[in-house]
Every structure is written in C-alpha cells, then in structure tokens.
C-alpha cells in the first residue's frame, strides 16, 4: 500500500463524495441486515402457532385463524422482506452514484496530473522512455489506480461494515454458535496474506509486459514504410506474438492463483453453514436456540458469501493498482522537471548572453558544451555552423529551455532563464527542430499550430516566405489536404518549409531555425534566409546549419567544433582566420565543384 499513499491525498479532495458512500455503504447493509430478522421472528411465530391452530380442531375459528397465520402473517413478513430489500437497493445505487463516481473523477485528475507532468520533463526524459510506455502509464495503469478508488474501496468498505454488523448481529443472538460459525475466517485472513504478495508481483510483471507490447506496436506501426520496404512483416509479426505470448502467460499464471479464492472461500462458507445446521439443531433441542434462528444464521451465512467471494477480488485489484501506481510514481517522482519561475514575465527579448555555460547530457554523460561565452543582440542575424556532434542541436535546446545548463548562466535581457516566468519566454520564440514533426491534420491546420488566432491571408503570407505555398496550392484539395501521420504524405522537404511557416505565423521575437533546411535545395534555402531578413529585420534569427554558403551574409557566424566555440565573427573575418571555417568553405565548395 505504500505506493498508493502517493493518491491517497484525492480521498480528502472529494471528501463528501467518500463519507456520502461510506454513510450509504454503512445504511445498504443496515437493510440488508432485516430481512433476516424478519423471516426469525415469522419463522419462530408460525411454529408456535401451528401447535395452536392444531389444538383448536375443525371449527370456524380454526379457518379465521388460518387466514390469518398463513395469509396475511406471511404476507406482512414478505412485505416487510421486499420493502427492507427494495430500500438497500436504491442506497446501493447511491453507493455506486459516489464512489464509482469519486474514482472517475480521480482518474480524470490523475490523467491530467501525468500528462501535465510529462509536458514539465525535459528533453532527455523522452530520449529514455519511449512513446508507447509514455501512453500505457497514462491509460491502463491509471484505469487500475482507478479500480482501487472505485469497486477495491467500495467493496472493501462494504465487506468491513457488513462483517461488523453480520457478526454483532449472530453473537447477539448466540455466542456459542457464532464461534463455530467465525472459525474459517482467520484462515482466509492468513490465504489472503500469503497471496497478496504473489498477486502484487505478477501484476507488475503483466504492467511491463503490457508496456512492452504497447511500445512494439507503436514502433511497428509509425515506421510500417521501413518494415515494408526491407519486407520484414513476418519477422515482425513474430515478434509481436512473441511479446503478446509472454504477456498471455503472465495473465493466466496470475489467473490461477486468483482461482484458488474463489473455491476456498465458498468451502469456508459452505463449512460455516454446515456448522450452522448441526451444531443449531443441537442447540434447538437444548432449547437454547429456535428453528427461527438456524434460517436467521444461514442468511447471515449467505449474506456473506459474496463479500467473503469478492474479497480476494478487492485485494486483487489494490495490489494491481500498487503495481500500476509505482509504475506511474517512476514518472511522478523524476526530477528532470523544468521548473518555470512565476516572475518576473518578459514582454521582449532585447540580449541573450551565455556565460561560462557548459551541458552534460545526464543520460549519456556526454560533455556536449564547454565554457561557452556568446552574447545575441536583438535584431542580429547569427549562424551557428559545425561538424556533426558539435554541440550546435545542444545549443538551440538550451535557448529553448528543454534542458537546464550544468555550469554557467544563460541570461535573457540580463536575468537567469531560470527565473524567468518560462511560458510566457517560449511565447516570446520559435523553434524548429531537426526532426520536423507535423499533426495527421489539414495543412491549414499544421500551420496555424504556431498561432491559433491567425486567418487564412496570414497562412498564405508565411507560406511565401516559407518558398512552400506553390507547392501547396498543386495539390487537390490545397490548404485543406489531409498530411497523414508524422507527414507522411509530404516530401521531406515540403515537412521542412511547412514546419518553417508555422514557425514563422507566430512573428516572434526569437526564431531559431535547427539545420530544418537540410531537404531543401541551396537555391530554395537561400531564397527562404532572404525572405526572413526582409519579413524579420527587427527580430532576431539563430539559424543552425552545416551549409557556409547559406549564412555568408549574417551578421555573425559562430563556429562550433566538439562543444567549443572555436571562431566566431562575420563571413570574411572568419575567411581570413584561415581556420575550421575556411577549411569547411573549402570542403564544400570542392563539394559543389564535383556535383556540378
């Protein structure tokens, strides 16, 4: 149960929902206790006055009193059974109307808690976990926590309630009997003590299992292009039987052992009720016992039957839950969350400085920047060019504040990012990365993601700066064509310059641009830079790349090689260093030589 502690908070916040079901749990079973009582006190009257009605012989009175005994007696007791009966079902309705609803209402909190985390995590949370574990945590393993606060807490309660009222009740009526009745319940206690745990570990197991299939299916599924073209559906489909395979085994190993509860407890109760017959008809001959009160027992008996039946369920169901809750506490309780100050809010973005600022990647461990000192003024145009595995990914993500630096200060309009109010920075940039990712959506659609107020005129204006609205208005149905999943239906290049436009519908203040022109042409990209300096002129633009004929022209152009700034200055300055940039300007222009 400790993991559970982690939501048990949610029973304070819906509070009057939980005592309100706990006060319907608590008067069901009252009810239910009459109909019992009732069928003793008719049971024991009948017996005693058949002897009567035999004593008065074959007379008009024996005929009234026989109408009277057998027909509105009997009737009056089965009104009184159905009206007790009818009551607790209309609050067992109530019951279910309170804590089923309580536990709805969790499991919306608590999907809303996750995912508001997940949004929280940084980069490398996401290069750890995969997409489909992300969603299993989110949806099966929360619908189990959901099962604890709803049937495991209701059940548990009524059976907790109806225990005390069922035994009060038989040990009231007779001490001795009940004692014989009670025994087999401190061996159920002691089964389902030593099942728990065994039940607690085979549902983590199904929990990882389950997670593992769910993420297979997701990596099949979004690269389906790639197992088709290497033709390796049947490899695949193997694999995925393999894992279904193991999580079918899980199931029916867990299975089994939930099928030892059901046939122990109902020869428990079926022990109880013999105890009840025979050591109530000895009782009856001693006379301290009425044939009214062996009916009373075995209703009592039945009454537990299904209580006793669903309790090994309800630990089933909380040990799941203890399973799923850890599993979701791992997300819960990871500290690579980036924590956004409330003040102060910045409304412009005037300097960027980064002092002394250097990033481990705390996953991998790779020192990915070093002591690096920049400063980007705004309206300045800077290129940042490197070697593969330079830092330049690192750096548009530090900008960005998908990662924290480890040593240093990055500083925005003189203060540390990380005391300013981080939602209302990003409104204040955008950011495309390397891997362009669109939504199975309209184009329009994709495109108006960077801002949601925007018309149709500005999507078409940023689409021409993009150099992606000709290619859009060839397609049938235009800035309503339907792109599929990831963009699947886009050329890499079309993902690039559509990316690029609803990058640029936002008109912020900061635009950094991560190499998402590598698909495109150099005369396309060339002709995009020149529409953002003249759409642009006051914003400022980090444009990430590893082509040195694209950034001639900016204003600065820093040079990054194994996570240190090695040069930086304009595009001549750096041509007469005779350094890493001129070497990769030579590199690429012999490059081009060749391919023309």
Same mark, same amino acid.
């Given at each position: 149960?400790?993991?559970?502690?982690?939501?048990?908070?949610?029973?304070?916040?819906?509070?009057?929902?939980?005592?309100?079901?706990?006060?319907?749990?608590?008067?069901?079973?009252?009810?239910?206790?009459?109909?019992?009582?009732?069928?003793?006190?008719?049971?024991?009257?009948?017996?005693?006055?058949?002897?009567?009605?035999?004593?008065?012989?074959?007379?008009?009175?024996?005929?009234?009193?026989?109408?009277?005994?057998?027909?509105?007696?009997?009737?009056?007791?089965?009104?009184?059974?159905?009206?007790?009966? /009818?009551?607790?079902?209309?609050?067992?309705?109530?019951?279910?109307?309170?804590?089923?609803?309580?536990?709805?209402?969790?499991?919306?909190?608590?999907?809303?808690?996750?995912?508001?985390?997940?949004?929280?995590?940084?980069?490398?949370?996401?290069?750890?976990?995969?997409?489909?574990?992300?969603?299993?945590?989110?949806?099966?393993?929360?619908?189990?926590?959901?099962?604890?606060?709803?049937?495991? !807490?209701?059940?548990?309660?009524? $059976?907790?309630?109806?225990?005390?009222?069922?035994?009060?009740?038989?040990?009231?009526?007779?001490?001795?009997?009940? %004692?014989?009745?009670?025994?087999?319940?401190?061996?159920?206690?002691?089964? !389902? *003590?030593?099942?728990?745990?065994?039940?607690?570990?085979?549902?983590?197991?199904?929990?990882?299992?389950?997670?593992?299939?769910? &993420?297979?299916?997701?990596?099949?599924?979004?690269?389906?292009?790639?197992?088709?073209?290497?033709?390796?559906?049947?490899?695949?489909?193997?694999?995925?039987?393999?894992?279904?395979?193991?999580? #079918?085994?899980?199931?029916?190993?867990?299975?089994?052992?939930?099928?030892?509860?059901?046939?122990?407890?109902?020869?428990?109760?079926?022990? &109880?009720?013999?105890?009840?017959?025979?050591?109530?008809?000895?009782?009856?001959?001693?006379?301290?016992?009425?044939?009214?009160? $062996?009916?009373?027992?075995?209703?009592?008996?039945?009454?537990?039957?299904?209580?006793?039946?669903?309790?090994?369920?309800?630990?089933?169901?909380?040990?799941?839950?203890?399973?799923?809750?850890?599993? %979701?506490?791992?997300?819960?309780?990871?500290?690579?969350?980036?924590?956004?100050?409330?003040?102060?809010?910045?409304?412009?973005?005037?300097?960027?400085?980064?002092?002394?600022?250097?990033?481990?990647?705390?996953?991998?461990?790779?020192?990915?920047?070093?002591?690096?000192?920049?400063?980007?003024?705004?309206?300045? #145009?800077?290129?940042?060019?490197?070697?593969?595995?330079?830092?330049?990914?690192?750096?548009?993500?530090?900008?960005?504040?998908? *990662?924290?630096?480890?040593?240093?200060?990055?500083?925005?309009?003189?203060?540390? $990012?990380?005391?300013?109010?981080?939602?209302?920075?990003?409104?204040? /940039?955008?950011?495309?990365?390397?891997?362009?990712?669109?939504?199975?959506?309209?184009?329009?659609?994709?495109?108006?993601?960077?801002?949601?107020?925007?018309?149709?005129?500005?999507?078409?204006?940023?689409?021409?700066?993009?150099?992606?609205?000709?290619?859009?208005?060839?397609?049938?149905?235009?800035?309503?064509?339907? $792109?599929?999943?990831?963009?699947?239906?886009?050329?890499?290049?079309?993902?690039?310059? !559509?990316?690029?436009?609803?990058?640029?519908?936002?008109?912020?203040?900061?635009?950094?641009?991560?190499?998402?022109?590598?698909?495109?042409?150099?005369?396309?990209?060339?002709?995009?830079?020149?529409?953002?300096?003249?759409?642009?002129?006051?914003?400022?633009?980090?444009?990430?790349?590893?082509?040195?004929?694209?950034?001639?022209?900016?204003?600065?152009?820093?040079?990054?090689?194994?996570?240190?700034?090695?040069?930086?200055?304009?595009?001549?300055?750096?041509?007469?260093?005779?350094?890493? *940039?001129?070497?990769? *300007?030579?590199?690429?222009?012999?490059?081009?030589?060749?391919?023309?």
């Amino acid at each position: 149960m400790k993991e559970l502690r982690a939501v048990n908070f949610y029973f304070l916040k819906y509070k009057w929902l939980f005592l309100s079901g706990i006060f319907f749990v608590i008067t069901s079973n009252y009810f239910g206790l009459l109909p019992p009582q009732y069928i003793q006190e008719g049971i024991d009257i009948l017996k005693d006055n058949i002897q009567l009605y035999q004593l008065i012989g074959h007379s008009e009175t024996q005929a009234i009193f026989r109408n009277y005994l057998f027909g509105q007696f009997i009737l009056f007791i089965a009104i009184l059974v159905i009206i007790a009966s /009818l009551i607790k079902g209309v609050l067992m309705f109530f019951m279910r109307q309170t804590l089923i609803v309580m536990s709805r209402k969790i499991e919306y909190d608590q999907k809303n808690q996750i995912f508001k985390q997940y949004q929280t995590l940084n980069t490398s949370f996401y290069k750890r976990n995969n997409t489909g574990d992300l969603m299993s945590r989110i949806s099966e393993d929360v619908s189990r926590v959901r099962m604890y606060f709803g049937p495991a !807490i209701m059940y548990s309660i009524n $059976i907790i309630a109806l225990f005390v009222m069922v035994i009060y009740s038989m040990v009231a009526t007779n001490a001795y009997l009940s %004692i014989f009745v009670l025994l087999p319940l401190p061996i159920l206690a002691f089964l !389902i *003590y030593k099942v728990s745990s065994v039940i607690n570990t085979k549902s983590e197991e199904i929990s990882t299992a389950l997670s593992n299939i769910t &993420s297979l299916a997701q990596e099949i599924f979004s690269g389906i292009r790639v197992v088709k073209a290497f033709s390796i559906d049947k490899l695949t489909q193997e694999e995925f039987a393999a894992s279904s395979e193991v999580y #079918k085994q899980k199931n029916i190993n867990l299975a089994k052992i939930e099928a030892y509860f059901a046939p122990l407890m109902l020869l428990l109760v079926g022990l &109880s009720t013999l105890m009840v017959i025979y050591i109530g008809g000895i009782e009856v001959q001693k006379g301290n016992f009425t044939v009214g009160n $062996i009916a009373e027992f075995i209703y009592y008996v039945n009454m537990l039957t299904w209580p006793v039946a669903s309790l090994g369920w309800a630990v089933s169901l909380v040990q799941r839950a203890a399973a799923s809750q850890k599993r %979701i506490n791992q997300f819960l309780d990871d500290k690579n969350i980036i924590q956004s100050a409330q003040s102060p809010i910045i409304k412009d973005i005037i300097k960027i400085e980064l002092k002394n600022v250097s990033f481990t990647y705390p996953d991998t461990g790779i020192d990915a920047l070093k002591n690096i000192n920049l400063q980007i003024k705004k309206g300045e #145009k800077i290129a940042i060019v490197g070697r593969t595995a330079s830092g330049k990914s690192t750096l548009a993500e530090l900008l960005c504040r998908t *990662y924290d630096v480890n040593k240093g200060e990055l500083l925005i309009n003189d203060e540390n $990012i990380k005391n300013i109010n981080l939602n209302k920075y990003r409104a204040l /940039l955008s950011y495309t990365p390397q891997d362009v990712f669109l939504f199975s959506d309209t184009i329009e659609n994709n495109i108006l993601f960077g801002n949601l107020e925007a018309d149709k005129n500005k999507v078409e204006h940023y689409s021409k700066i993009a150099c992606v609205h000709d290619d859009i208005m060839h397609f049938p149905k235009q800035y309503s064509t339907i $792109i599929g999943e990831r963009g699947v239906m886009l050329s890499g290049g079309q993902k690039q310059r !559509i990316s690029i436009a609803r990058c640029l519908i936002k008109d912020p203040e900061l635009i950094i641009l991560d190499d998402c022109l590598s698909a495109v042409d150099a005369n396309t990209e060339r002709q995009i830079l020149d529409n953002l300096e003249d759409a642009f002129e006051q914003k400022t633009v980090v444009f990430i790349t590893h082509r040195i004929f694209a950034v001639m022209s900016f204003d600065k152009i820093i040079v990054l090689d194994d996570g240190q700034i090695v040069e930086q200055g304009t595009h001549q300055t750096l041509m007469d260093l005779k350094g890493d *940039y001129y070497d990769l *300007y030579q590199t690429q222009l012999q490059e081009n030589e060749v391919k023309n």
